[in-house]
């Protein structure tokens, strides 16, 4: 079992910055995959960014190529998303995802409860 926990939201202008993090705990051991999701309101949830804990290929969504960082931390079992050059458009509840070894290829088995991004104009 691995549970997620994110911090780092908050309000912010157009063309600002924010840090999301995600702390795992359980067992971190088993973690393959971690991912940032955002949902905003009346919108279909979309991937903002994964990777693998043990490297590899870095996914992003082309809307925020260049402005967003995912990255991971292995020795404190934390997941950040530095965002910069904040849009209105990034405003959403950002979630943080993680999957086990056996379960990565499906998809995401653990799932924080999410982190409030509001971006003014």
């Known amino acids: 079992q691995v549970q997620l926990v994110e911090s780092g939201g908050g309000s912010v202008q157009a063309g600002g910055s924010l840090r999301l993090s995600c702390a795992a705990s359980g067992d971190t051991y088993d973690i393959l995959c971690m991912a940032w999701f955002r949902q905003a309101p009346g919108k279909e949830r979309e991937g903002v960014a994964a990777l693998y804990t043990t490297g590899g290929n870095i996914y992003y969504l082309d809307s925020v190529k260049g402005r967003f960082t995912i990255s991971h931390d292995n020795t404190q079992n934390t997941l950040s998303l530095q965002m910069n050059s904040l849009k209105p458009e990034d405003t959403a509840m950002y979630y943080c995802?993680?999957?086990?070894?056996?379960?990565?290829?499906?998809?995401?088995?653990?799932w924080g409860q999410g982190t409030q991004v509001a971006v003014s104009s």
């Open positions: 995802a993680a999957g086990s070894r056996a379960y990565c290829q499906k998809g995401y088995n653990y």
